[in-house]
């Protein structure tokens, strides 16, 4: 309990030390009611129960062409994408069951989501967590509409469901590389179960779902419409495509994990190097391809701010991969492919709720800091928190997704070519406020770190009761491409 206080002081003081928050929170810039932003302040409802669905809307062809591109690319990003990124960086004894881990993950939350998983996400339920009336996909058909960030506009249901498939499935993933070559297989599948139901889906609900915006017709339809929303989207919390719903969610859970599981044998006396840089690389340029799907995907239609979307990610990832191998250049005196990979990633994390919001100079920006902050995430920080998070998850993800998603409060000012906060009752982007918005983004990640690291802990301790989390000395030592799986990824 005392590692875990201490897990949650040091992630709370990171949440706050990225920006200032203002005094009172009292001017939070009519947050849900009648302020999403311009076009994406979260994912809608997919239900499209607003009056505009009544009419029998046909979806535009080309945004359904879009969508069923986006989700393959953000499945690509998990196999083999993260899959490979992550099994470079293990030895080559463990190579085999990252691999796996992160296959059967995929599969498992595909699964998971598609039986009870978008119906607690994405129908109106509570605050914190939808309803079942979605069950196995329930009354969703071909002719389904899923609204969009633009009155009128929809895309079916279908493409909707899986394309939200691909964030529950490659969230979970993450945590993998935090506990990576030391846990028991079993111990994995089970955890990951605990944690796709209680910590992703309420998250994914309480920052996303929202009624839509054909639901905000007047000031009085607008309320009501916000009170069926999710707790952060009522906050007025914004997050395009999941620095917190993904990243921070994951990166918790990922911290928690290193320290409950424990140490690595032989961590910080044996060499414990990337068996594959190879393979690392070609896994991040994937990520980096497949984030394109994961960020202007998440606009939901093929419009000019899905192209700002796109250029964002490119712009702050290659800002990012700079940052963080310049940095390391002057710090170790030579740059190296992993710094250039891990800070490729590093941009891609924390431009990712911003992607929607800020122009292309903020994304510089948040790109420039993220390589190098991270790259203190996962070196300074790390050893003050003694955790071994062995593929730092919580150093890239947390450290970056935490940055990101206080800096879209700062660079969503239109005053810094941000795209400000849509008011869908006047139709068009309302007064903004940055100290109101920093507020508001701060509340986001305290609950994120909270809600996942309470969740964590208890999912680790049952999963430790019942089957234990780790597998013995000996197997460990051998590796756990043989030990657990009975093969191996290379035959010497």
């Known amino acids: 309990m005392k590692k875990f206080l201490a897990i949650a002081l040091t992630a709370l003081s990171l949440a706050f ?5 203002a005094e009172d929170a009292s001017a939070t810039a009519a947050a849900a009611e009648a302020s999403a932003p311009a076009a994406a302040v979260a994912t809608p409802a ?14 535009n062809k080309g945004d359904t062409a879009w969508m069923i591109v986006s989700t393959l690319l953000v499945a690509m990003m998990t ?9 470079g960086l293990v030895r080559s004894k463990n190579m085999l069951s990252i691999l796996m881990q992160c296959f059967v993950v995929f599969s498992l939350c595909v699964v998971l989501w598609v039986l009870y998983g978008y ?20 009354g969703i058909t071909i002719d389904s509409v899923a609204a969009t ?24 993933a993450l945590i993998l590389g935090a506990f990576a070559e030391r846990m028991k297989f079993s111990a994995v599948l089970i955890f990951i179960g605990l944690w796709f139901t209680f910590a992703y889906l309420p998250m994914a609900h309480m920052v996303w779902y929202w009624a839509g915006p054909d639901a905000y017709i007047d000031a009085a ?11 952060l989207f009522q906050k007025g919390a914004i997050d395009f495509a999941g620095g917190t719903v993904v990243h921070i969610n994951a990166a918790i859970a990922g911290l928690v994990g290193a320290f409950m599981v424990g140490k690595r044998i032989g961590y910080g006396r044996e060499a414990m190097a990337p068996h594959s840089l190879t393979m690392t690389m070609i896994g991040a340029s994937l990520l980096w391809i497949g984030w394109f799907g994961f960020n202007a995907g998440s606009n939901l239609e093929a419009t000019g701010l899905a192209a700002l979307a796109f250029g964002n990610t490119m712009t702050a990832t290659a800002a990012a991969a700079l940052s963080w191998l310049f940095a390391e250049w002057v710090i170790k005196g030579k740059p190296s492919m992993l710094g250039a990979a891990s800070g ?11 992607c929607g919001f800020v122009g292309i100079g903020g994304a510089l920006i948040i790109g420039l800091l993220a390589g190098m902050i991270c790259l203190w995430g996962v070196n300074g920080l790390k ?29 969503a000012d239109p005053a810094l070519g941000g795209m400000g906060v849509y008011d869908y009752v006047a139709n068009k982007v309302g007064e903004y406020s940055m100290s109101a918005q920093l507020m508001n983004q701060g509340t986001a990640v305290v609950v994120t770190i909270l809600w996942s690291g309470i969740v964590s802990l208890i999912a680790y301790k049952l999963v430790d009761m019942f089957v234990g989390l780790r597998v013995p000395e000996d197997e460990e030592r051998e590796g756990l491409d043989i030990t657990s799986h009975g093969e191996s990824a290379y035959h010497y």
């Open 221 to 231: 339809a607008g309320e009501k419409a916000a009170a069926t929303a999710g707790f």
């Open 46 to 59: 997919a239900d499209a129960s607003a009056p505009a669905a009544a009419a029998a809307p046909v979806p």
């Open 149 to 172: 960030f633009s009155k009128g506009v929809y895309i079916p249901e279908l493409i909707y469901v899986f394309f939200q498939a691909t964030f529950a499935a490659i969230t979970p």
């Open 344 to 354: 490729a990633v590093a941009g891609l994390v924390a431009i990712t709720p911003a």
């Open 119 to 138: 119906s607690l996400a994405f129908t109106e339920g509570g605050a914190f967590i939808g309803s079942f009336d979605k069950v196995l996909l329930k």
């Open 17 to 21: 030390s990225g920006a200032a928050f």
């Open 79 to 87: 196999i083999p994408g993260l899959a490979l990124f992550y099994g």
């Open 383 to 411: 050893k003050l928190l003694g955790a071994d998070d062995a593929l730092d998850v919580f150093g890239v993800h947390g450290v970056g997704g935490i940055l990101g998603a206080l800096l879209t409060g700062v660079f």
